[in-house]
């Protein structure tokens, strides 16, 4: 990995857990509380989070922020951004759905559609400062 795709990493990494940090510790904390009631843990694995964190921003810069520079431009990297998260959040709630007992609809519905949105405006954050090392 370059300097510059490390750099857009970075970022990349900052903006998914700053909104995922406002969503999941203040916005809808008391809703993934309520709905998932015993099924979610009083003390979250850090290092399984971690690992989460680390990984999910290659997986953007990957498959959403280089292809859609090399296409389009920022938005292009927002738009696969988007679809990346409804593709992997999608996939870890349906499975959730179908394996795991009393599992909330609703709540993956909600979980699906964070996970576009945040995935979008990471990739286009990551896009953004990756764009500008481009142009330099």
Known sequence: MSAKHMVAWVV???VLLALDMAWLGVVAKDMYQRDMGE???PNPRLGFAAMF???YPVGL???AIVPGLRAQGVMRAALLGGLFGLFCYGTYDLTNLAVVRD???ALSFIDVVWGTVVSGAAAAAGAVVLRWFASR
């Open 103 to 105: 599992w909330p609809v």
């Open 53 to 55: 964190y680390l990984a």
């Open 61 to 63: 810069l990957v498959f």
């Open 39 to 41: 099924l979610m843990s």
């Open 12 to 14: 990349t990494l900052a």
